[in-house]
């Protein structure tokens, strides 16, 4: 007979070090040498000859040696990122580790991406390695450099980022706000921007905005590790209402911006109706959980109404009515029809509901396609929709303020600021009320939720309708900016691509989904070299992000639970069974 | 008219074998690890590019032109291509995601389907447009009179429709009496228990993946040879029919699968002819059908209501 | 060699440690019980030991040999059988069919037609239904094919995880006797019991576990005459 007594094992966390573990003692000087090859790199010839498209950008041929020092795009980020990997190494900071790693990345991605586009384009290694004679080993000598930096600062362990309890007065840290957001401003409209607008005209326009992403990125790494974005997060957490209100002035401000083109705010206006449809499409999937996969359906009822209300002359109904109602006429129509699709999920679930909004999806758009009840137009579509007018002036012209001349395409643009930023309002809204938390509640736990108490039936059908009513919104604008409305643009592939917006963002968070629309939009438009493989890279996105990050960009606390992968599922029945008292009595006997 | 009627149940066999011959994968695959593996349509169709390339690119012109030679090559190649596919996927894309929340293999499926579609059409050779599929079996029709017109039947229609039942009958038999097919239907009832059994659940599913996609294969091939030309949109369609099809048989169950693709055909092919809107709005039909099937009747004609997931 | 070692097993659901410290040993030809209140961590010791979880630190070896790193299907193959709680049954197959699958691992079909004959010997019921489906069964019958599935794969060690549960008391005799037929085959038993009394008096060793720790040990008799156990475990069944 023993007794046993033993403290619970409790396992260590060791510092996760792993294979660098010998290089630890060499951190700073890991550092300090790759950040000198970063520069050293930037200071180099990056290609041997004048390329078959003209001149790389920021002089990477061997013209720079007329002009040495002048460095610029490219090569000046790597300089900054260097320079800054040396100070870093050499001044005493927390996390240092992590805010130099961050820069390495930054660094790799610069050197590769240049590196790969000269070879590319230049027809071979011969175009970054010797020609005449002549070595440009600066893409060789940069990417060692980016190596060296994230070893050097993996070696040494990496330490979350810093948390700063830095609490200022309300003045200071509005005007820290105010800064911070016209950075942000300033920096987005230089994302968009840079390397112009691809074509024939411009070879190099994917090229550099790749680089310049991974800049940024590299950039935004390092001060995230350094714990300035957290303060400045926690900040506007603080001020919240100033902050929402600075940042729509923002984002209304971005055509005063170097983004200020006819172009840019057309781009701008797309993405506005994608993210306010995917905003809806986040209430349906992201909050109550329930999967829909015809969802652009709304999209094009919205857009359908409004054509036909428009005045267009292909329209069947004939009558015209201010774009105001239309708005609301288009949201009640596709709010309908949401209920409608909404409604098998009184005893349909999971899967099957996928399936079946995939069939409603899929009837929408063969109707319309065959041009039901004459509404469509069909394969011909209602083309020559009018444009919005308000006080006499067409939505579609150019604004003249004083000396101020913005490009046609800002009133829209300054239109679908406001339609996405009041899309945000409901949605932020509904989240916290008590009909979100019930949708919240039917996501994690559909019978739970019903025991509660929480009626489940209409709260389904309510996300299903209120989610297609911003989508129908949506849609009464994008007929009018299109100026067409064709079934073409409210396909299978389009409701995947909303889906794919939602998850990529983060489900159920509010800037998610903006924030996933813009991507997927942005992307395709500064990367038209690539417009052939795009949808082939955005099928292996997909899988690659269900794979690494299924919880997306901007993961939303609750759900981030649900999303990751699970060690091992929990036992199907409770530990033991129930005590069975007659049955020890039997037994005995 | 009748021969109208009879042409029309005859289209309607016709895809409606080719359609359970694909069901089988969705509800075999659905059966075992409940994912609804949207690239199953894409198996399909590359099975059919497969055998196709196989048919441009390797066969000399004599074999070409014996359809005794070319038709079980053909099929072979298809069935390999498919398979090959099917199991990569199931390797790379899914089995990583074996514990993880419903939604991602669900969405990674799409991923893939879109994935291998662009993959063909970026890289086959003229898969922008339709291709000509080479006739792979006696060429010609058999015609029956039938009072006052005829109805057609293409010899390949015949061989494709027997050729779907003798392997939807194979394949019953092989999940109800073989030793794997056992496992792969306690894997689909208990998969923790299974693995207590000795039952190493990676192989079995992959194993269906497997047989999902020779089937898919196979049918792909003959699709070409009954349809005359292919293109990369066979897949999603013909997917999107067949997963109807294997619902509304009951999912998990194989002869559901082949009467529900039946079902689907000649709903397609008589909708096409006599409702409202003509063949336009065949398709239309078929998803009214699937929606009231799954409001009404989730567990399909042989579905076992215990089946049915909520 | 001690045939089977469990040491200092910790096994977690997610963030919750469901086992925290469990250790003991099985030697060959033994009936050794594992009890414990509801929510112990026996079910989850056993679900380990067969390979259904992997424990966050501990050991567990088989003839000195550590298996807590083999997938189940291997640990199977090693001749260790585990009859999970709650039957788990394949309830849309035959009981031939579930019995036949526990012999998947099997290729020897003469050998497979003799233990099925066998296990209808031992319950007579099985083999008059054997062509029914096994989810029609009662309760009982549904625990014989279940140890029946088990020995299947002629297991060197037998795991049952509340083989009485939900039984009434005629059929847990069966049950309890059949297990000691089986020892003295030479089959070795690792039983998981909430019926305290059979199972000790069953036992030749007994463990008890008690918020995810072994925290008594002693041979069957010896337990049931502690004091700590009767009040426990046992409850007024004996006090009386």
């Known amino acids: 007979m023993t007794t046993i007594e033993k403290a619970p094992s409790q396992a260590l966390a060791e510092p996760p070090r792993g294979r660098l573990a010998a290089l630890a003692p060499y951190t700073s000087v890991l550092r300090i040498v790759g950040g000198v090859l970063t520069l050293v790199g930037a200071f180099l010839p990056w290609a041997t000859f004048v390329l078959n498209d003209g001149p790389y950008p920021e002089g990477a041929t061997l013209e720079f040696f007329s002009e040495p020092f002048g460095v610029s795009g490219f090569r000046l980020h790597l300089v900054l990122l260097g320079l800054a990997s040396i100070v870093v190494a050499l001044v005493p900071v927390a996390a240092k580790g992590r805010i130099v790693r961050g820069f390495g990345w930054g660094v790799i991605a610069i050197s590769i991406v240049n590196g790969l586009y000269i070879t590319v384009e230049g027809g071979g290694f011969g175009a970054i390695t010797a020609s005449d004679g002549t070595a440009a080993f600066g893409a060789f000598v940069a990417l060692v450099g980016g190596v060296v930096l994230v070893v050097g600062a993996t070696a040494g362990g990496i330490d979350p980022p810093t948390h700063w309890d830095l609490k200022l007065g309300r003045v200071v840290e509005w005007l820290i706000l105010l800064v911070a957001y016209a950075i942000v401003l300033l920096l987005v409209a230089a994302v968009l921007t840079s390397g112009g607008q691809g074509g024939a005209a411009n070879p190099f326009s994917g090229a550099v905005f790749l680089s310049f992403l991974g800049a940024v990125g590299g950039a935004i790494a390092g001060l995230h590790a350094s714990g300035l974005l957290g303060w400045i997060a926690r900040m506007s957490e603080r001020h919240r209402i100033y902050s929402v209100i600075v940042l729509l002035l923002a984002a209304l401000a971005l055509p005063l911006t170097s983004a200020g083109t006819e172009y840019w705010m057309t781009v701008a206006a797309n993405i506005g109706v994608y993210a306010a449809t995917a905003i809806g499409l986040n209430i349906v999937v992201g909050l109550a959980g329930l999967l829909d996969l015809g969802y652009v359906a709304f999209l094009g009822i919205g857009a359908f109404v409004a054509a036909n209300l428009s005045g267009a002359a292909a329209s069947v109904v004939g009558i015209e009515l201010p774009f105001p109602l239309v708005l609301v006429i288009a949201a009640v129509v596709a709010g309908c029809f949401g209920a409608v699709v909404g409604s098998p999920t009184l005893r349909v679930r999971g899967d099957y509901l996928a399936i079946v909004t995939l069939a409603f999806g899929e009837i929408f758009v063969r109707s319309a396609q065959n041009n039901i009840g004459g509404l469509t137009g069909g394969s011909n579509s209602i083309p020559n929709i009018p444009p919005v007018e308000l006080f006499g002036k067409g939505f579609n012209e150019s604004v003249t303020i004083g000396a101020l001349n913005l490009p046609s395409g800002v009133l829209y643009y300054v239109l679908i600021v406001l339609i996405v930023a009041a899309v945000m309002w409901v949605f932020g809204n509904l989240k916290n009320s008590r009909l979100g938390r019930a949708w919240i509640a039917i996501r994690e736990d559909e019978d739970a939720a019903r025991a509660m108490g929480i009626r489940t039936g209409p709260i389904k059908i309510l996300a299903f309708l209120i989610g297609a009513m911003l989508a129908g919104f949506a849609g009464a604008f994008f007929a009018h900016k299109l100026g067409t409305a064709s079934y073409e643009s409210f396909r299978f592939l389009e409701s995947v691509t909303l889906l794919a917006a939602v998850i990529l963002g983060g489900m159920g968070t509010i800037p998610g989904a903006v924030l996933g629309a813009s991507v997927l939009f942005v992307l395709p438009e500064k990367l038209r070299e690539f417009a052939d493989y795009r949808l082939l890279l955005f099928g292996l996105a997909l899988v690659l992000i269900m794979r690494f990050r299924p919880q997306g960009l901007v993961p939303d606390a609750h759900r981030r639970a649900e999303l990751a992968p699970e060690s091992e599922a929990p036992p199907d029945h409770p530990d033991d069974g129930p005590a069975g008292g007659t049955t020890v009595k039997a037994a005995a006997t | ?310 | ?240």
């Open chain 2, 1 to 310: 008219m009748l021969s109208t009627l009879l042409s029309q149940i005859v289209n309607g066999l016709v895809l409606g074998s080719l359609i359970g011959l694909i069901a089988l994968g969705y509800t075999m695959v659905y059966g075992i690890i409940q994912l609804i593996n949207f690239a199953h349509g894409e198996v399909f169709m590359v099975g059919a590019y497969g055998a196709l390339a196989m048919f441009t690119y390797l066969l000399p012109t004599f074999i070409q032109q014996q359809w005794y030679f070319a038709l079980p090559l053909l099929l072979i190649a298809g069935a390999v291509v498919s398979v090959g596919v099917a199991v990569a996927m199931e390797r790379f894309a899914y089995r990583p995601l074996r514990n993880a929340p419903k939604l991602a293999p669900l969405i990674t499926s799409l991923g893939v389907s879109i994935a291998l579609q662009e993959v063909i059409r970026v890289f086959y050779p003229g898969a922008t447009a339709a291709i000509p599929f080479p006739n792979i079996f006696i060429p010609g029709t058999w015609t029956i009179s039938v009072g006052d017109g005829v109805v057609p039947i293409k010899y390949s229609g015949i061989l494709l429709v027997v050729v779907a039942l003798v392997l939807a009958y194979a394949l019953n038999m092989f999940v109800e009496r073989s030793r794997m097919g056992r496992a792969m239907r306690a894997t689909s009832q208990d998969r923790d228990v299974a693995r207590l059994m000795g039952i190493n659940p990676d192989r079995v599913i992959v194993l269906t993946f497997a047989l999902g996609a020779l089937l898919a294969g196979i049918g792909g091939v003959l699709y070409g040879g009954f349809y005359t030309n292919i293109n990369i949109d066979i897949g999603f369609q013909n997917g999107i029919f067949a997963f109807t099809a294997a619902v509304l048989g009951g999912i998990g169950n194989i002869r559901g699968a082949v009467v529900g693709g039946l079902a689907i055909g000649l709903i397609k092919s008589l909708a096409g002819q006599y409702m409202p809107g003509g063949s336009a709005y065949d398709y239309v039909w078929i998803f009214v059908v699937l929606i009231v099937v799954l409001v009404f009747r989730p567990q399909g004609f042989f579905g076992e209501t215990e089946r049915v997931r909520a």
């Open chain 3, 1 to 240: 060699m001690t045939f089977l070692e469990v040491r200092d097993l910790t096994v977690a659901y997610g963030a919750i440690q469901a086992v925290r410290g469990v250790t003991f040993t099985v030697e060959q030809g033994q009936i050794v019980s594992l009890i414990g209140s509801n929510g112990a961590g026996k079910t989850t010791t056993l679900r380990t030991i067969s390979g259904l979880l992997r424990p966050v630190s501990g050991e567990v070896l088989l003839n000195g040999k550590p298996i807590h790193q083999l997938p189940a299907h291997e640990i199977l193959g090693l001749g260790v059988a585990h009859s999970p709680e709650g039957r788990r049954l394949f309830a849309r197959m035959t009981v031939e069919e579930n019995l036949r699958l526990g012999a998947y691992t099997r290729t020897d079909e003469a050998g497979i037609r003799e233990d099925i004959d066998r296990v209808y010997d031992l319950f007579p019921v099985l083999g008059e239904r054997r062509r029914n489906k096994a989810g029609l069964f009662s309760g009982g019958e549904q625990q014989m094919l279940a140890i029946g599935r088990a020995l299947m794969s002629r297991p060197k060690l037998l795991m049952l995880d509340e083989p009485s549960m939900g039984l009434s008391p005629i059929m847990t005799q069966k049950i309890f006797s059949t297990v000691r037929e089986l020892q003295s085959e030479g089959t070795t038993v690792l039983l998981v019991e909430q019926n305290a009394l059979a199972a000790l008096a069953l036992s030749d060793h007994a463990y008890v576990i008690d918020l995810g720790r072994t925290t008594l040990s002693g041979t069957g008799h010896e337990l049931l005459a502690d004091h700590r156990v009767q009040e426990a475990y046992l409850g007024e069944g004996v006090a009386s």
